[in-house]
């Protein structure tokens, strides 16, 4: 088909596609998703945010304040939006918390070029006024901000993991703090590699096993493996345990051809169960003598099998799934073997202590290890609640929780929280702009204006009046109190300014400075887009979703 160039655009692209330009058709709509996306998160910043109750899908229901979690859950259709959205996935891949802000201040970011527009400034120098003012706050402004507070220097202290972990866990679940925080620093230390230097840890080392019922004061942290089913033979508890884990079933194998056994009398019936039953036999004696107490089987355990384990005084327990059994590994030091028989040392795990205890009405098979031992790298929290949304939520918390902890290990400074840090940096970048001459010097006070949407959206989730805060906060902030951040325990109370001299919450810098840098990068990528071009989408289904764009 010949190109037809009195048609313009249309004739050069397939029919069915669509197409926006200029500031109205592109950047504005833009900016219109973003913002959208930015609104629904931003009422769950903080420790006093609110829940969102998303259905996927599946049907499935999730109630969480968790930002990664909602815009994962929302499945977002807009193009601009899906940005915020990945720059939230990769925050919370680096470091675990600090979501909301990237998409919060992005959001607030963009929203405060609609006014610049207006202005009559062009995209061109709203985008060179962010990058300026982003590059003078990230090198200039933010470092000096950890200097005030005295940062992680012992990885190794449970007290110092506690003081990073309980302001990262209050802003997902407030009132917990204190019982989850001092779990999973203790839990993070049972992972810690003894060797000399920094202290590191894996964040897949730290496990969690919901358990329905109780409340979440049973919780408890297990220095070793949770299986969440009981044993299948009548003995339940093995100290000083040599510990063989099979990948396959314990059962007689078929064969893979099929054969047919032709029996002419009684004594050919009789004679081939007994062959089938002294191989398990000897199988399983040979597993016996090699020392080993505990079996594990990543498949089905025969009635036979199990007889002759019990016969031969041993533990077995079966789990179906292989990540599971790889963490068990993991945890005993392991190796899962593919074939039924006698293990090799080498291929034999240890584990001080494997027993079956019951927890809220369940059976649960606790390997656990004592301090100190050189196989079990792995922790588990036990973690209780009363309903399943209130489990996966506590568990999130854990999460990033333990996310903070790996992230302090590596990098200890730490900068004041509770908007203290954003307050300052939003007065530091309006200073600047008073310095700029050109035309971008409107875009960098936009900048330092966004910068307030932290302690305005803090004091706002926790009931307070944001005028009267962010203006207490700011004179603060400008008489030198450079730690004064929002106090969410003055609700209620007449007359009070909500703003804490020293709230004694704190913020990792490496976090802070990664979510500045997200959110600053995915606001100029929106804003350096100037046309949307949109083919015919493939298949009926997903094309009426961007009808609405």
Not at 48 to 65: A, D, E, F, P, W
Request: proline share 3%; glycine share 10%; net charge negative.
């Amino acid at each position: 088909m010949a190109y037809n160039q009195a048609a313009g655009l249309g004739g050069m692209l397939k029919s069915g596609h669509r197409s926006m330009d200029g500031l109205e058709g592109a950047t504005l709509r833009n900016v219109e998703a973003c913002r959208s996306i930015s609104t629904i998160t931003r009422t769950s910043l903080g420790p006093n945010g609110m829940n969102k109750l998303v259905v996927n899908h599946l049907g499935k229901i999730i109630v969480t304040s968790d930002c990664a979690t909602i815009v994962k859950t929302l499945e977002v259709e807009h193009p601009a939006a899906k940005m915020l959205q990945l720059a939230a996935e990769a925050q919370d891949f680096e470091c675990g918390d600090g979501t909301n802000l990237v998409v919060s201040f992005a959001g607030e970011l963009l929203s405060q070029t609609e006014d610049l527009f207006r202005m009559g400034l062009h995209p061109s120098d709203v985008v060179a006024g962010f990058s300026k003012a982003g590059d003078k706050l990230l090198e200039d402004f933010l470092p000096p901000m950890a200097e005030l507070v005295p940062p992680m220097t012992d990885g190794r202290s449970k007290d110092e993991l506690v003081r990073v972990v309980k302001p990262v866990v209050a802003a997902k679940h407030l009132g917990s703090e204190d019982i989850l925080a001092p779990l999973v620093a203790e839990a993070c230390l049972g992972t810690v590699s003894s060797s000399s230097g920094p202290a590191s840890f894996s964040v897949d080392s730290v496990r969690v096993a919901k358990i329905l019922g109780g409340d979440i004061s049973q919780s408890h942290v297990v220095h070793g493996f949770v299986a969440l089913r009981g044993l299948e033979t009548t003995l339940t508890s093995a100290k000083d345990a040599k510990v063989v884990v099979f990948g396959c079933g314990m059962e007689a194998s078929a064969t893979e051809a099929k054969g047919t056994v032709l029996m002419k009398n009684a004594d050919d019936l009789k004679n081939y169960n007994k062959s089938e039953e002294k191989k398990m036999e000897e199988i399983v004696k040979g597993i016996a003598d090699s020392g080993v107490k505990v079996c594990v089987a990543g498949g089905t355990v025969s009635e036979m099998a199990l007889h002759f384990i019990e016969r031969y005084g041993m533990l077995c327990l079966k789990i179906g799934s292989k990540w599971e059994l790889r963490r068990l590994c993991v945890a005993t030091g392991a190796t899962a073997l593919v074939r039924l028989g006698a293990p090799t040392p080498d291929e034999m795990g240890h584990c001080d202590h494997v027993h079956q205890k019951e927890v809220g009405g369940r059976p649960v098979t606790i390997f656990s290890q004592s301090e100190g031992s050189k196989n079990g790298k792995l922790s588990t929290i036990v973690l209780r609640a009363s309903t399943s949304s209130v489990l996966a939520d506590l568990e999130r918390a854990i999460d990033d929780g333990v996310h903070a902890a790996k992230t302090a290990c590596k990098n200890g400074k730490l900068v004041p929280g509770a908007g203290a840090t954003e307050m300052e940096l939003s007065l530091k970048v309006g200073a600047f702009a008073d310095t700029c001459p050109g035309l971008d010097q409107y875009a960098i006070r936009a900048f330092g204006k966004a910068l307030e949407v932290v302690p305005r959206t803090l004091a706002e989730n926790a009931g307070l009046d944001q005028a009267v805060v962010i203006a207490a906060l700011g004179a603060a902030h400008a008489s030198g109190k450079i730690s004064a951040g929002v106090d969410i325990g003055a609700m209620g109370i007449d007359g009070a300014t909500a703003v804490s001299d020293d709230t004694g919450v704190l913020d990792l810098y490496t976090t802070k400075a990664s979510a500045l840098k997200l959110a600053i990068d995915s606001a100029l990528t929106v804003l350096r887009v100037d046309q949307i071009i949109m083919s015919k989408q493939a298949g009926g289904g997903g094309a009426a979703g961007m009808a609405g764009m």
